[in-house]
């Protein structure tokens, strides 16, 4: 089955092409004249792939900077967290045009020029932190996590990077913070901390996180229930709420990119009509919007005026919100991981673990 446009995971890499060196001889690589012209592209010092290689691709860019690497290191951040397979980690800042460059963990005692392709980070890395992910040495998803919290622009975007490692069932909050106090001494910790009572575990989009940070930030807002499923009295579901604030009676939806086809139109119309006629106020956000923040808080603070503020007793709707059970699906996870490394796992019943 096709994944959404949206899926959180996104599927392994296939087709990467692993730069080589100058080959004299030209078998396994260029040679130094074959180098120089049109039919190779120079990736790294050294290191070369054939011109039209799709190096656009973030696994291609991580890979060909992780040729870089001192042996013990590994990529790190969004990089390693792109090989974790969260899908929001595109190695793009926040305008979806600049390019970040790619983490490269080297160790206390690596060496490594940084430019715009590669950014070296020196803390200690410990034993079992790194994997192999496609041929490429990369940290663990917690610590990579972790890294990417430490190296966002801000503490918001920390908490961006929390969440969709969250959404991709990667990484949850309670794991990221003990692994927290263990780093007390990292550098970048304090934005961690600040962080992670920021998180949820059920937000799915960059900017859904975002708008939460604006409506608790900003507007000074009560927290929200994220994407927390709404019921009406005769139990039928009326929709999700991307934000409700189950004080008020407030839903606060976010339009991305996919709410502009007509079906996803359609859908949202309904949505929001089902809300109003059982007493929910409703209140929108773009992407295009959340740049002005100060235009978001009034949008949202009249919005809340404007809600019904009933008590439990009398409303016709009812929040249902998702229990937290990411630990519990990691845990469940780390037992089949456990039990497929043993020798005879294979010889037992298949096992699913997340995708």
Same mark, same amino acid.
């Given at each position: 089955?096709?994944?959404?446009?949206?899926?959180?995971?996104?599927?392994?890499?296939?087709?990467?092409?692993?730069?080589?060196?100058?080959?004299?001889?030209?078998?396994?690589?260029?040679?130094?004249?074959?180098?120089?012209?049109?039919?190779? /592209?120079?990736?790294?010092?050294?290191?070369? /792939? #054939?011109?039209?290689?799709?190096?656009?691709? #973030?696994?291609?860019?991580?890979?060909?900077?992780?040729?870089?690497?001192?042996?013990?290191?590994?990529?790190?951040?969004?990089?390693?967290?792109?090989?974790?397979? =969260?899908?929001?980690?595109?190695?793009?800042?926040?305008?979806?045009?600049?390019?970040?460059?790619?983490?490269?963990?080297?160790?206390?005692?690596?060496?490594? +020029?940084?430019?715009?392709?590669?950014? *070296?980070?020196?803390?200690?890395?410990?034993?079992?932190? %790194?994997?192999?992910?496609?041929?490429?040495?990369?940290?663990?998803?917690?610590?990579?996590?972790? @890294?990417?919290?430490?190296?966002?622009? @801000?503490? +918001?975007?920390?908490?961006?990077?929390?969440?969709?490692?969250?959404?991709?069932?990667?990484?949850?909050?309670?794991?990221?913070?003990?692994? =927290? !106090?263990?780093?007390?001494?990292?550098?970048?910790?304090?934005? /961690?901390?600040? *962080?992670?009572?920021?998180?949820?575990?059920?937000?799915?989009?960059?900017? &859904?996180?975002?708008?939460?940070?604006?409506?608790?930030?900003?507007?000074?807002? #009560?927290?929200?229930?994220?994407?927390?499923?709404?019921?009406?009295?005769?139990? =039928?579901?009326?929709?999700?709420?991307?934000?409700?604030?189950?004080? *008020?009676?407030?839903?606060?939806?976010?339009?991305?990119?996919?709410? +502009?086809?007509?079906?996803?139109?359609?859908?949202?119309?309904?949505?929001? !009509?089902?809300?109003?006629?059982?007493? /929910?106020?409703?209140?929108?956000?773009?992407?295009?919007?959340?740049?002005?923040?100060?235009? %978001?808080?009034?949008?949202?603070? &009249?919005?809340?005026?404007?809600?019904?503020?009933?008590?439990?007793?009398? +409303?016709?709707?009812?929040?249902?919100?998702?229990?937290?059970?990411?630990?519990?699906?990691?845990?469940?996870?780390?037992?089949?991981?456990?039990?497929?490394?043993?020798?005879?796992?294979?010889?037992?019943?298949?096992?699913?673990?997340?995708?």
């Amino acid at each position: 089955m096709a994944r959404h446009r949206w899926d959180p995971v996104c599927p392994p890499p296939r087709g990467l092409v692993r730069p080589v060196r100058v080959d004299p001889s030209g078998r396994d690589g260029p040679t130094r004249h074959q180098a120089a012209g049109p039919t190779w /592209v120079r990736t790294s010092t050294g290191f070369y /792939v #054939p011109a039209g290689t799709p190096r656009d691709r #973030p696994e291609q860019r991580i890979l060909e900077q992780s040729m870089r690497l001192p042996a013990g290191g590994a990529v790190t951040g969004w990089a390693a967290c792109r090989l974790a397979r =969260a899908a929001f980690f595109d190695g793009l800042a926040r305008d979806g045009l600049t390019r970040l460059p790619v983490p490269l963990a080297v160790g206390p005692d690596g060496r490594l +020029r940084a430019d715009g392709d590669a950014v *070296a980070t020196y803390d200690r890395i410990d034993e079992g932190e %790194v994997v192999e992910v496609c041929g490429i040495p990369a940290l663990t998803a917690l610590r990579a996590t972790f @890294d990417a919290m430490r190296l966002a622009a @801000d503490v +918001r975007e920390a908490v961006v990077a929390l969440d969709m490692m969250a959404a991709a069932r990667r990484m949850s909050l309670r794991r990221l913070a003990s692994y =927290a !106090d263990l780093r007390a001494g990292a550098h970048g910790i304090a934005k /961690v901390r600040a *962080a992670v009572p920021l998180a949820s575990e059920h937000s799915r989009s960059p900017n &859904e996180t975002r708008l939460r940070l604006c409506w608790v930030l900003d507007a000074g807002l #009560p927290p929200p229930l994220v994407n927390c499923p709404v019921y009406g009295d005769g139990g =039928a579901l009326l929709g999700i709420a991307d934000l409700l604030d189950d004080e *008020a009676g407030l839903a606060v939806e976010f339009d991305g990119a996919d709410h +502009r086809s007509a079906g996803q139109h359609t859908r949202d119309v309904a949505k929001e !009509d089902a809300f109003r006629r059982h007493g /929910v106020e409703v209140a929108r956000v773009t992407g295009a919007d959340l740049w002005d923040r100060e235009l %978001v808080v009034d949008r949202l603070r &009249e919005a809340r005026g404007r809600a019904r503020f009933e008590p439990a007793t009398t +409303r016709r709707w009812e929040p249902r919100p998702e229990p937290d059970v990411l630990d519990r699906l990691l845990d469940q996870q780390d037992g089949l991981d456990a039990l497929r490394s043993l020798p005879e796992a294979g010889a037992g019943p298949s096992l699913t673990g997340l995708p």
